[in-house]
């Protein structure tokens, strides 16, 4: 671990101190929200739900990106497709429900340039349904095989590499009166880049050919729309930056599943932590990227005021989890042994009758109400009676919080729903009498007592231990006031709806030698 106070940082990028070009090439969360990986902890297309979305290439250079969607329970791809941006290009999105089928889609009337093109000769919509062959056939998971699966999930968008304007390629994505260039056999916008990767093409006899490295300067962010109930939550994707190692370019052809989230040879990380950035080396990628959304205590609000009719629900969600726990087929476990790769202490996998044992994180939690009260358990006699652990079991949690005993069969905001397996299914926090309004804390960094003990971390090459989990996600908040009558005498929904980023702190220790 090497550690330098912000000041030291600053000096060094300005004074090209020697050491600090690494630094400045190391993973990291970048606050502004700009980077060469967008991360997007959550899209709902249920109960009515529509999410939005959009990406924006902030920079001079046209971008190769692939954009990948990932269901909710296990991390399985349901629909991967390659991305071409124009210099300030911004590429939108709506996820909305098939109504046949019970599965995702996405729909587009976006001109920049995808392989597959979507919006297709003379503009219009573009449909793709979402897939379910990730997690079904020979990559079979024990979960729920149906299309309905791809409802809800998370979203990555991966730069990988940019294309400068000297490249053969640049004028083929740049826009011309809003639509791109077509300059190829068949007159149609982005027929260059498809027949790029057609059988002979450039692309597929070299994938690399035209590109240079990855320069990041990417945002985006998306939304959750319910018209019915009218209202909308709006978040902001979080943004890595320096991702990939100086030289490496990883441009994939659009059917296939990489580049992932530990498709780059860059292990080293930066992390921002009580006033000091930290630095750390690390066996894989992945651990890289984990280390810089790694939280030892997660918190954030709820409010369900009977008053104001208020729902509160969290997102949480583990965008690398599947990496560290899916044992199943067609996963993407990095380990060596079977057993869960740290901070993660479970596995996905299923017994030899399919049923199906789901990676569960169990966890100590802590919450007030708005004027300090917390719920305390008086002296009793030993032995004590069993505890259940609250536990997270999916990779993007939906947290239910309520002051009544219901359950109903979806959320009331997010509108995720029971499953069969009750590990599966969203979470419901029940709080006792009297807490409609306060915080709560998720503590990461302990295992608790009735899930086996001990402390949650990863260990770094130097034996740096990042306590907690790698964690992104959200509160979604609502009020209701049924409909209120306008002076003009009309009636008008008044629903109120916001979503505010999670809080966290971090625990960074350097281990001590054994």
Known sequence: MKRNTLTAAILAGVTGVAGMVNVSHAVNLNPDGLGQVLLYPFYTTRGGNDTLISVVNTTTEAKAVKVRFIEALNSREVLDFNLYLSPFDVWTAALTLNEATGGG?????????????????????????????????????????????????????????????????????????????????????????????????????????GLADATGGLFGTGSIVNVEDGTLLSYDATAIDAFWAVGQIEHTNPGFITPNLNSTTNTMSNVFSNGQVVTD?????????????????????????????????????????????????????????????????????????FSLSPACESMDIDFWDREERTQQQGLIVSPPPPVQG?????????????????????????????RSSSALTYTNFGLPSGFNAGWLQFNFGNVPSSAGGGERFAVSQDGTAYFGLPVIGFWAQRFTNGLLTTDAGDNVLANYAGSYDHKGSRRITQLQPQ
């Open 105 to 209: 889609r996405m729909v587009t009337a976006d001109r920049s340039c995808t392989v597959p093109y979507f919006v297709g000769e003379g503009g219009g919509v573009g449909i793709q349904e979402f897939l379910p062959f990730q997690y079904t056939g020979d990559n079979f998971d024990a979960g729920p095989q149906t299309l309905e699966r791809t409802a809800s999930g998370y979203i990555e968008f991966i730069e990988m590499g940019s294309i400068p304007d000297a490249s053969v390629f640049f004028d083929a994505i740049k826009h011309v009166n809003g639509t791109p260039r077509s300059g190829g056999p068949f007159g149609a916008p982005c027929d260059v880049i498809v027949g790029a990767w057609l059988t002979g093409g450039t692309w597929d006899t070299n994938a690399q050919a």
């Open 281 to 353: 080396t690390w066996d894989l990628g992945v651990q890289a990227v984990n280390a810089t959304i790694t939280f030892d205590q997660l918190m954030n609000e709820y409010n369900v005021n009977p008053a104001l009719a208020a729902r509160s629900e969290w997102v949480v969600t583990f965008p690398t989890k599947g990496f560290h726990t899916d044992l199943a087929f067609g996963g993407n476990y990095v380990g060596l042994t079977g057993d869960p790769v740290p901070p993660f202490t479970d596995v996905w996998t299923f017994f030899s009758d």
């Open 390 to 418: 609250f536990q997270l079991c999916r990779e993007a949690n939906v947290i239910r919080f309520s002051s009544d005993a219901s359950l109903p069969a979806s959320t009331e905001i997010l509108k995720e729903p029971q």
